[in-house]
């Protein structure tokens, strides 16, 4: 009986034994198998991280940072599930290690893509203290990747990578606007005549009483050239009795009078006309009628063609210069106040300006160099957004005129001007692309993610397929979105315009290899979509 017991026993040991040892085994393999499978994932997306850090293009690289970093991470966890310490570093060096390497030599450029981002929102806010305190995280990021990669020997980027991140910190940098009205003087009596007048200097505000009785203020200025000169005389009281109206005269050399302007009861005037030599101009002021008022300053201010303006931008040949894709936001404080700015596209292709963010009926003009006026102007009345569109337009320097009438004193907006730049670089979401020139490149068979800021936003996108099928996939979008896609030389080829949320595909036969644009916009009039067309999207082109 005992024998019996011991031969049970023994087989019931030996058939638990057999059956745990299947099941450990069982486990084992399926963790292995988790990990090496996550293990290839993770190869296959390095050596496509790899090859975009070789195409050094930094939107891209900072899109796909995150998906290689998040598939480390699980790939790290799930080889930490593999029985065996040799077989956990014989899988890590495999797979692992190599990514981290990818993923450490941009570190320190992703970081900085992203401060920079950060840097724009600041300046966009008008927030400078922000501004000066992340600048100097940009510089102490700096330095220490400098450190970072000396240690550690990581290959060198393309130039490209370090091209972007440089343009971009430096238009940060230098990003200024016109600074105007900061320099303000007192005339000094007497100044009754022309002999007697005061000497004035471009853009300096000057502040003037008619303190007796047929009193009247003569001041001159000095151009070194022929061009446009702009007096303003404003903060004059509102007093509708035409005898107490103020009169601004303007005077060549020669005394013989160019132009006037009278208030007629309006708190500000304006002159703008051509001077047409380098030389002595005189402005007079006087009230009508012989009146004084000994208690109200005037302010008076001349912008003309001189070597210092003082930041004023009030004519063209003080224009301010702007760069293409960047906001520029600015309060009038004076009225009636004109802005100029100046945009130079380097080559040959579309113009496209932008006027928004308003608190005052402003309207926005286009000129080219000779002075013409040019471009499909969309005027729309009060505060609503304006925008200028000129196609194929020529490397040349360009003018735009913001202007807000007689009562735009203390008013703002914003404005920008999208151009060809042969070497444009492109920020956290791919702007500036406002214009077909400087489309974004999109790497094939990639969903990015992008976004509409504004309703005035355009956004196009290049790719470079080989003849074949191209299938280009627009969804997940906030709001009714189009489709469209173009030829290398502006042809229309193909567009998808389905409504609301849906999904917007085109899939379109290339007959040969060569550069198509794709664009996507909000749909419908901008003057009457909501701010809901706001928001990201995502969009991928197919093609072999």
């Known amino acids: 009986m005992n024998k019996l017991v011991s031969i049970l026993t023994l087989i019931l040991l030996l058939w638990t034994n057999l059956f745990f040892s299947k099941n450990i085994s069982a486990a084992t393999n399926t963790e292995y198998v988790n990990a090496v499978n996550l293990g290839e994932q993770l190869k296959n997306t390095t050596e496509q991280y790899n090859q975009r850090i070789n195409e050094g293009e930094m939107v891209t690289l900072n899109f796909q940072y995150d998906s290689l970093s998040s598939l480390i991470s699980r790939t790290e966890k799930a080889i930490g599930k593999v029985p065996g310490h040799s077989v956990r570093k014989s899988l890590n060096e495999k797979y692992v290690n190599s990514a981290k390497i990818a993923r450490e030599r ?17 300046l966009e806010e008008g927030n400078m203290t922000k501004l000066n305190d992340d600048l100097g995280k940009l510089n102490r990021l700096k330095s220490r990747a400098i450190e970072i990669k000396k240690a550690g020997g990581y290959a060198s980027l393309p130039f490209s990578v370090q091209r972007t991140l440089s343009q971009w910190e430096s238009d940060i940098r230098n990003h200024k606007l016109s600074t105007e009205n900061q320099v303000i003087e007192s005339e000094i009596e007497p100044n009754d005549t022309k002999d007697s007048a005061n000497l004035i200097h471009s853009g300096v505000i000057y502040k003037g009483r008619t ?21 303003i005389l404003t903060d004059l009281p509102n007093d509708y009795y035409f005898m107490n109206d103020y009169v601004t005269e303007l005077y060549d050399r020669a005394g013989k009078r160019i132009s006037s302007a009278v208030t007629y009861g309006d708190p500000n005037e304006a002159i703008t006309v051509r001077g047409e030599y380098a030389g002595n101009y005189f ?18 201010k001349a912008t003309f063609k001189a070597d210092n303006s003082n930041g004023s931008n009030d004519t063209k040949e003080n224009a301010t210069p702007i760069e293409n894709g960047r906001y520029y936001q600015q309060t009038t404080e004076l009225a009636p106040d004109n802005d100029w700015y100046s945009i130079v596209p ?64 203390g008013y703002h907006y914003r404005l920008r001007a999208d151009f060809a730049k042969k070497d444009n670089y492109f920020t956290g979401l791919a702007e500036p692309n406002n214009v077909k020139n400087n489309a974004f490149p999109l790497i094939k068979n990639i969903s990015y993610e992008f976004k509409i800021e504004n309703k005035l936003d355009k956004d196009w996108f290049k790719i470079t397929p080989n003849a074949g099928t191209v299938k280009v996939v627009l969804d997940k979008m906030p709001a009714d979105y189009n489709l469209y896609v173009y030829d290398k030389y502006g042809t229309l080829l193909n567009f998808s315009i389905n409504t609301g949320q849906s999904k917007e595909e085109i899939v379109y036969n290339v007959q040969e290899k060569g550069t198509y644009f794709i664009q996507v916009i909000p749909a419908g009039d901008y003057l009457l979509n909501s701010d809901n067309i706001i928001g990201t999207y995502r969009l991928s082109a197919f093609y072999k």
């Open 211 to 231: 303190s007796i009785y047929q009193d009247v203020d003569y001041y001159k200025f000095v151009t070194n050239g022929p061009g446009e000169i702009r007096i």
């Open 346 to 409: 380097d080559s040959k292709g579309d113009l496209y300006v932008t006027l928004d963010n308003l608190s005052h009926d402003f309207e926005v003009f286009l000129y080219n160099n000779v002075g013409e006026q040019i471009g499909r102007r969309s005027p729309a009345a009060g505060n609503r957004p304006e925008t200028i569109y000129v196609e194929n337009a020529n490397a040349s320097t360009y003018y735009v005129l913001v202007s807000g009438g007689a009562n735009s004193k």
């Open 106 to 122: 941009v570190i320190y450029e992703v970081s900085q893509f992203r401060l920079l981002n950060i840097l724009e929102g600041h």
């Open 283 to 300: 402005v007079k002021v006087y009230r009508a009628g012989g009146n004084y008022d000994d208690q109200h300053e005037y302010k008076l």
